[in-house]
């Protein structure tokens, strides 16, 4: 009685003699294997076409994603661009908070944006932009070691936008001078679309943001 073959070394005898199937071409149309895809017994060259073709479709998958990945971020690469622009393009430093809030609403067609400062500057002391802050969004700001993005859980700053009833999801920006580890301001965007900023998105295109923001807005402080 003939013992069967191991599998592994038929493997490894195939592997070691690459010319086997071309001293036995007619056996690619005799051995004949079970299609994954259609139930049906296929030939070993049929079965083989199949894998390269199952391997083309990833390898196209792969490249549309790619595509589509290079394409969204030239569009945002675009926007903060533009952004920037308005912000290059403000007549005084008072004026760099709208610039800076109304820039991305514009750039970024986000429908809340606003931002709030602490430490200021005197002459700052009346303006928009530093009223309202408790000590406990002072302490928030100074917890977040990275942008808050997902859905809006009732926080203070959120309440800080001209119509936060109807913001669903939200972005929360600390600001800070490099290296410092106290923030001295927050920026805050919303949205009513519970889609528009969720937590499994990647936050390092709103970590630029904020450094932009926070080297703009720095020269307001005292």
């Given amino acids: 009685m003939t013992a069967p073959l191991d599998s592994t070394l038929v493997a490894q005898f195939l592997s070691d003699n690459p010319h086997f199937f071309e001293e036995h071409a007619d056996l690619l149309g005799e051995i004949k294997l079970a299609s994954p895809l259609t139930g049906r017994a296929v030939s070993l060259q049929e079965r083989q076409m199949e894998v ?52 991305l609403k514009t750039a970024f ?26 000590d406990d969004a002072r302490i928030f700001a100074n917890s977040l070691l990275s942008p808050y993005c997902g859905s809006n ?3 203070e700053a959120v309440r800080w936008l001209d119509n936060p009833a109807e913001v669903v999801s939200t972005v929360i920006i600390p600001l800070r001078k490099p290296g410092d ?10 949205s009513q679309d519970a889609n528009r900023f969720t937590s499994l998105m990647a936050t390092d295109f709103l970590v630029h943001i904020g450094e932009t923001s926070s080297t703009a807005l720095a020269w307001l402080l005292a």
């Fill in 153 to 155: 859980k009732d926080f």
């Fill in 109 to 134: 067609d986000v429908p809340q944006v606003t931002v709030r400062l602490w430490n200021t500057a005197p002459d700052y002391q009346d303006e928009w932009f530093v009223k309202g802050v408790s």
């Fill in 181 to 190: 580890k106290q923030a001295f301001g927050l920026l805050i965007l919303g």
């Fill in 52 to 103: 390269l073709r199952d391997k083309y479709k990833t390898l196209e998958l792969r490249m549309s994603n790619l595509m589509r990945l290079a394409s969204e971020n030239e569009a945002i690469a675009n926007k903060f661009h533009r952004w920037t622009q308005i912000l290059l393009q403000s007549e005084d430093i008072g004026s760099l908070p709208h610039a800076v809030t109304n820039g």
